[in-house]
């Protein structure tokens, strides 16, 4: 089980380096979280969508391929016409696979982002 956090640890440091960077230069004071999460989640969605189709991509974006699957199926079922033979073209092409990734990745972490963000910010006050 560990082995399948690495990556996601991966970018959590990414991301906690990237809030000290902007720490370091006095930039955003309370969105710093948000912008390194945010970054964070842009890089690992980049990454997965880069190498599809190969296996490897579920491994190191695991959240953010399993989501994008579902959002991906999701969307040719209420969007698309299923029946047809070629659904994966009924749909916007930013919901496509492997664009997708990109997508669920950034606002997956967006959105951790902005819970630690708020927290902190609570926390600070």
């Given amino acids: 089980m560990v082995f399948f956090m690495l990556p996601q640890i991966a970018y959590g440091l990414l991301a906690a380096g990237i809030v000290r960077l902007l720490r370091r230069f006095a930039m955003l004071p309370r969105a710093r979280i948000v912008v390194g999460c945010l970054c964070a989640g842009l890089a690992a969605g980049l990454l997965a969508a880069w190498i599809w189709p190969a296996d490897a991509a579920a491994w190191l974006n695991l959240p953010g391929v399993v ?23 009924t749909v916007s092409w ?4 492997p664009q997708v990734y990109l997508l669920v990745s950034t606002g997956l972490w967006g959105i951790i982002g902005i819970g630690i963000q708020l927290y902190f910010n609570r926390k600070r006050t």
């Fill in 94 to 97: 930013i919901l496509r696979v």
């Fill in 67 to 89: 989501l994008g699957d579902l959002v991906y199926n999701g969307s040719i079922r209420l969007l698309g016409d299923p029946a047809s033979a070629q659904a994966h073209y």
